[in-house]
């Protein structure tokens, strides 16, 4: 939905959770850059401007199978997920 801003409810109980990093492949590398780029033009994500964040999450990327030299960029939520009410 455009113009829309989800806010979403957090169990202030449980700890957050700094996973660790999970490394991208070195031929990988500049397509993920493209990929994040296409991603903050579109307005889907937005870069972190005011310091640290309590939450970090790996991101991973896979090529897409009918789409060669495109990618696929994940973000693994299963620990932020156990937070949200």
């Known amino acids: 939905m455009k113009n829309y801003q989800v806010k979403l409810h957090i169990d202030q109980s449980i700890k957050s ?3 660790k990093h999970r490394r991208i492949g070195f031929h990988l590398g500049k397509g993920v850059d493209k990929e994040l780029t296409n ?3 579109e307005d889907i994500i937005e870069p972190v401007t005011d310091g640290p964040t309590e939450w970090i999450s ?5 090529p897409k199978p009918k789409q060669p030299g495109k990618l696929r960029v994940c973000v693994d939520m299963r ?3 156990k937070a949200i009410l």
């Open 39 to 41: 991603l903050e033009n």
């Open 58 to 62: 790996p991101c991973h990327a896979v």
């Open 79 to 81: 620990a932020p997920n």
């Open 17 to 19: 959770v700094t996973q």
